[in-house]
Nanobody, 119 residues
Framework: QVQLVESGGGLVQAGGSLRLSCAAS????????MGWFRQAPGKEREFVAG????????TYADSVKARFIISRDNAKNTVYLQMNSLKPEDAAVYYC????????????WGQGTQVTVSS
């Protein structure tokens, strides 16, 4: 089993940036496709971004394309989400996820980190 712990959330003004980190333990991160989901109050959890085991392929929700960048460092067992040009609608709890095959249906979830964007 892999354990995922997110960090880097916080309060930021609209237009600002944050970088989320997800540290994995228990198993090598290189075994998994990794990603991020988010959930805002009163809304369903939604896919944000995903990255292949090697980091060579990334995918994004349309709402964050060109603003967010997902990356990974398998040597450090860590995945990142660089969030730029943040909007109030980006405010949510962000979850790091891992799966052996399909990042949009992940088996493993972190506890989440809160991102708040003030207008």
């Amino acid at each position: 089993q892999v354990q995922l712990v997110e960090s880097g959330g916080g309060l930021v003004q609209a237009g600002g940036s944050l970088r989320l980190s997800c540290a994995a333990s228990g198993r090598s991160l290189s075994l998994y496709v990794m990603g991020w989901f988010r959930q805002a109050p009163g809304k369903e959890r939604e896919f944000v971004a995903g990255i292949s085991q090697s980091g060579g392929t990334t995918t994004y929700a349309d709402s964050v394309k060109a603003r967010f960048i997902i990356s990974r460092d398998n040597a450090k067992n860590t995945v990142y989400l660089q969030m730029n040009s943040l909007k109030p609608e980006d405010a949510a709890v962000y979850y790091c996820v891992a799966d052996g095959i399909n990042v949009r249906r992940p088996d493993h979830w972190g506890q989440g980190t809160q991102v708040t964007v003030s207008s």
